[in-house]
């Protein structure tokens, strides 16, 4: 192994193998490996498969191209095989408050899962998508947050937020 070097050498080779593995579950373009952090026959062999289904030197030695496709590839199927990865947007100040008046990428999320929950409530009307926290989401927040039994201030906490993405959930669940 030539390119990959981590303080943690072993580390390194599990990571290869679990790319070489994920991959010939896949899409079987290389020989089934065990995951043990141990640069053996059978992990060279493994990547000399994956270099020549790839139409690079087979080696069998992980060098520079060689670690740049395998991740690309193994990135690439999984996208494939998983779909979109999940994006973690909420801010994580603490403590986790939205005051009214705040324009931030947030306010657009609330937003939307706010008009998605909409049909769950009769008094709860569908927002316009802004991206600011004006009146019209400021009172839709008051309204599901009495609908929950919370205090009806227009401040976001957690809480509050951790409760619509409940809501949200559910209504997406109801869909599928």
Same mark, same amino acid.
Not at 26 to 49: C, H, L, M, P, Q
Not at 77 to 86: F, K, M, V, Y
């Given at each position: +192994? $030539?390119?990959?070097? %981590?303080?943690?050498?072993? =580390?390194?080779?599990?990571?290869?193998?679990? +790319?070489?593995?994920?991959?010939?579950?896949?899409?079987?373009?290389?020989?089934?490996?065990?995951?043990?952090? *141990?640069?053996? &026959?059978?992990?060279?062999?493994?990547?000399?498969?994956?270099?020549?289904?790839?139409?690079?030197?087979?080696?069998?030695?992980?060098?520079?191209?060689?670690?740049? %496709?395998?991740?690309?590839?193994?990135?690439?199927?999984?996208?494939?095989? =998983?779909?979109?990865?999940?994006?973690?947007?909420?801010?994580?100040?603490?403590?986790?408050?939205?005051?009214?008046?705040?324009?931030? &990428?947030?306010?657009?999320? *609330?937003?939307?899962?706010?008009?998605? /929950?909409? $049909? %769950?409530?009769?008094?709860?009307?569908?927002?316009?998508?802004?991206?600011?926290?004006?009146?019209?989401?400021?009172?839709?927040?008051? /309204?599901?947050?009495?609908?929950?039994? *919370?205090?009806?201030?227009?401040?976001?906490?957690?809480?509050?937020?951790?409760?619509?993405?409940?809501?949200?959930?559910?209504?997406? $669940?109801?869909?599928?």
């Amino acid at each position: +192994m $030539s390119y990959f070097d %981590l303080r943690n050498e072993e =580390n390194a080779i599990m990571y290869i193998q679990r +790319m070489l593995r994920d991959l010939d579950y896949f899409s079987n373009d290389t020989s089934s490996i065990t995951v043990d952090g *141990i640069y053996s &026959d059978r992990t060279r062999n493994a990547v000399k498969e994956f270099q020549e289904a790839y139409e690079l030197d087979a080696t069998g030695i992980v060098d520079y191209e060689t670690w740049q %496709l395998l991740n690309y590839v193994h990135k690439t199927e999984l996208d494939a095989q =998983n779909g979109a990865r999940p994006v973690k947007i909420v801010p994580t100040s603490k403590p986790f408050i939205i005051e009214p008046n705040t324009r931030d &990428d947030i306010i657009y999320v *609330i937003q939307y899962m706010l008009t998605q /929950i909409s $049909s %769950l409530y009769d008094e709860l009307e569908a927002v316009e998508i802004t991206g600011l926290y004006d009146e019209e989401t400021q009172d839709a927040i008051r /309204i599901f947050k009495r609908k929950n039994l *919370i205090d009806d201030t227009p401040i976001i906490d957690a809480a509050t937020l951790n409760l619509l993405f409940d809501e949200y959930e559910y209504v997406i $669940s109801r869909e599928n």
